[in-house]
């Protein structure tokens, strides 16, 4: 098994497949409880992918990626349960916890200058002030919880620009696109809840995380591989 995740084009397939089958099972009502299998099924393809191409499995960095993605398939699975108010409070925890992780596994040895950091703040208030200006009135009790969320994933996503030098162009590319991803998926779910419901919003957010998973953790294989094959620090 281990010899055919190696394979990226075996593994893509096998992904891609299954993501059509739960964006199919999401469509067709009747066979939603089938994604109680295709929902965790795509976390665990890309826990065996990456254990598969990680020679370091004593590593923080792959610890931290697992831990990532155990909580993110945990949220997966709490997510099917939304008519449940405690269990969706788990999920969004879950999630946070899953790029709290993420942001452990973007960084790394080197001294960051902050003056990297400051162009960045600016986008980042701008994006928190329209997101509240869109939802305030109907956040209540959520507007804290709903910042942290989104706090967590512009955090990761800074941290993933800050591998810029640090890793491949290649790597580095793919995890920030893949954070973008995130970005726009957790946009469009919160404004979907609390600003105005559109009736595909579900269907785009769940490609994009499904999406953006992918193209992360086939960033951090290549840190792993061109690491290891050209001395890329």
Excluded: H
């Excluded at 964006?23 to 409880?33: G, K, P, Q, V, W």
């Excluded at 305030?136 to 990761?156: E, K, Q, W």
């Amino acid at each position: 098994m281990q010899k055919a995740f190696n394979n990226i084009l075996f593994f893509s397939l096998c992904y891609f497949s299954i993501m059509a089958l739960d964006l199919s099972f999401m469509i067709f009502s009747d066979l939603e409880s089938f994604r109680l299998g295709t929902k965790p099924s795509l976390i665990i393809l890309l826990i065996i992918y990456y254990a598969s191409n990680d020679n370091e499995s004593i590593s923080r960095d792959f610890l931290y990626t697992i831990l990532a993605l155990a909580f993110f398939m945990l949220a997966n699975i709490a997510t099917y349960f939304y008519l449940e108010p405690l269990v969706l409070v788990a999920a969004s925890a879950f999630f946070i916890l899953g790029k709290v992780f993420y942001v452990f596994r973007f960084s790394n040895k080197n001294l960051f200058d902050i003056i990297n950091f400051l162009p960045f703040l600016g986008f980042y208030l701008l994006y928190i002030f329209i997101i509240l200006k869109l939802t305030l009135d109907n956040l209540g009790s959520s507007l804290i919880p709903i910042l942290l969320f989104l706090f967590v994933t512009l955090l990761a996503l800074q941290f993933a620009f800050l591998r810029k030098g640090a890793v491949s162009k290649l790597s580095y590319n793919l995890v920030i696109i893949g954070m973008f991803s995130f970005v726009i998926a957790d946009t469009l779910s919160v404004l979907a809840s609390f600003y105005k419901y559109w009736p595909w919003e579900k269907y785009f957010t769940m490609v994009l995380y499904a999406l953006a998973q992918y193209l992360i953790i086939m960033g951090l294989v290549k840190e792993k591989k061109e690491a290891k094959d050209s001395g890329y620090p």
